[in-house]
């Protein structure tokens, strides 16, 4: 890779070693990848927190050692200094307040707490979430970023059409200090343009045909660059936030693009950009069912679990969490959790939005959620979710069977303790 | 690809040459360990046992610790590295991975795995090397070295 004297400056060293440290992964990384040079960064989304119990020993060893090892791929410890650009931190395994709920120990909750006031003394913003465009960092058209949360980065690249790879955990700690990632992939404009015509024959409009067109497409594009047209109806920040989450989960979508209404094209034509269409896809009424029955692993209609809230809920969707549940209970025999980003907990708090979900039962979480924290309610045999991205991982994840559906549905299987959903 | 034959052992097994890309240097040997499947890492592989867990994924239940894997690629969520990562700190690792299309996940994931890597390579992996084959990675040369499980 072709360095700038600056870049050179900080891999000789001359920056102090955990720049240093961070330039030779940044230089190993890149020849991996076949980079030819670095592009400058000033918006960082990473994963510092440090609090599930596989980095114990690590954490002994002082917070220096974990973030030398995790984000920086260093055994060596290197001092660390203070973040070269923005950064902030995505969703974290603990929620602050509520992890006795969670059945978090304390000891792991304290570790987290101490972590955050490490990294808060270097400037990483806690905002912990996987969904950071929904409570301030906003990239605009253009701007390189290095970001990690596929969920996330599937919506800067496309809706946003700010420039990011998927990228983990040591990469963007090395970016945070050097304000530098390799110039790769999404960065390039030429890589930026549609692979496949998707033609959407049945209307998909609310949030779980959202999660289903994604989830369908996501298998068979993997991580190439879908073009949608049809029968789609204009849709929202909470549509193409389930859409991309869903599409980055069975597959590894990181961009597509929808004419008129994602950043970067305007007609399929713009989509393309002169790029060969590689194939014609086609989601009817029989894709639809498909990616349904697949996400439907359970069998047994007793729930006990609800989650809501994959990715981060917006401040709308606790509302109509809230409404759903106005005066009624929640079944002795089920738990309710609903996830939003701390920042929009508080304005539920203000709202009275979590008085309305706590009075029927249900807890309303911030920092986590199970796929990450690994945490179900103790006991829990079957979960009901309307996150396809959720309903993915958890089988794997807990080991346990998922239902999938809209979002009433689940409210009612929390009510109930009955999974009655179905396609409409 | 060439094929030469191995008058080392008796009876006398093909090997077969691949060339490819390196991706992370060194040279490994070990088992071949071969999927169809993409693989996920955080989500898709337990980081304590070396195991894929995926729903639905072929080698579900399967440990590819100080195994060759051979696999299309990477998919999933960003946790793809810092899982990987884990398997080497818990010494639950592959030994080498050879893998056919190049993203940021598995770039970085074999990069701080610290196993020898390699992609690119001039015969699809998937279709030559199958698991139980014995694989020689020089990624440094950008070499793989395939010599077929015996056929029983």
Known sequence: ?424 | MSIVNDTRTAPARPKIVLHGRKVVGGCAEGEALVTRDTISGWGGINEREGTVIERRHELRGISFKDKVLVFPGAKGSSGWSAYFHMTRLNGVAPRALIFNKMTTKVALGAVVTHAPAITELDQDPLTVIETGDWVKVDADNGIVEVTKKAQV
């Not at chain 1, 779980?208 to 067109?213: A, N, S």
């Not at chain 1, 989509?271 to 029955?293: N, S, V």
Request: net charge negative; glycine share 10%.
């Open chain 1, 1 to 424: 890779m072709k360095l700038t004297d600056s870049e050179q400056a900080m891999l000789d060293g001359r920056a102090g070693p955990a720049k240093q440290k961070a330039m030779d992964l940044l230089m190993r990384y890149g020849d991996a990848l076949g980079a030819e040079r670095l592009v400058e960064t000033n918006n960082v989304a990473g994963a510092f927190n440090a609090s599930t119990p596989s980095v114990r020993a690590l954490v002994a060893k002082g917070y220096d050692a974990v973030y030398s090892e995790l984000n920086l791929d260093s055994a060596e410890v290197v001092p660390i200094p203070k973040m070269a650009v923005n950064t902030c931190q995505l969703i974290t395994g603990i929620d602050n307040e509520k992890w006795r709920i969670q059945g978090i120990p304390e000891e792991l909750a304290d570790q987290q707490k101490k972590a955050e006031g490490y990294f808060g003394a270097r400037g990483i913003n806690m905002f912990a979430t996987c969904t950071p465009y929904q409570v301030g960092n906003v990239p605009v058209k253009g701007e390189h970023c290095a970001w990690m949360e596929s969920s996330a980065v599937v919506y800067c690249n496309s809706v946003l059409g700010a420039r990011t790879n998927t990228e983990g955990k040591e990469s963007t700690g090395a970016a945070a200090l050097t304000g530098r990632i390799p110039y790769w992939g999404y960065h390039i404009t030429e890589n930026r343009r549609g692979t496949h015509r998707v033609e959407v024959d049945v209307a998909v409009d609310d949030i779980m045909d959202w999660g289903l067109l994604g989830y369908w497409l996501g298998e068979i594009v993997q991580e190439d660059i879908p073009v949608l047209t049809g029968k789609v109806a204009q849709p929202s920040l909470i549509k193409l936030k389930h859409f991309g989450a869903a599409a980055a989960s069975s597959g590894g979508v990181e961009m597509y693009h929808i004419p008129g209404v994602t950043a970067e094209t305007n007609s399929i034509e713009e989509a393309f950009g002169g790029r060969k269409c590689e194939a014609t896809l086609r989601f009817g009424a029989a894709e639809r069912k498909l990616a349904y029955d697949t996400l439907n692993c359970a069998t047994d209609r007793s729930v006990d679990f609800v989650m809501l809230g994959c990715p981060h809920n917006a401040i709308e969707q606790v509302w109509l969490v809230a409404s759903l549940l106005d005066g009624r209970k929640i079944s002795p025999n089920t738990q309710l959790w609903v996830h939003t980003p701390r920042a929009l907990r508080e304005v539920a708090e203000r709202n009275g939005y979590v008085k309305m979900i706590t009075d029927a039962g249900g807890v309303v979480m911030s920092d986590t959620c199970p796929a990450i924290s690994r945490h179900a309610p103790k006991g829990t045999r079957v979960i009901a979710t309307d996150s396809a991205k959720q309903a993915h991982y958890l089988p794997a994840i807990l080991g346990l069977p998922v239902w999938f559906g809209s979002v009433k549905d689940c409210v009612e299987a929390a009510v109930t303790g009955r999974w009655n959903g179905g396609l409409q």
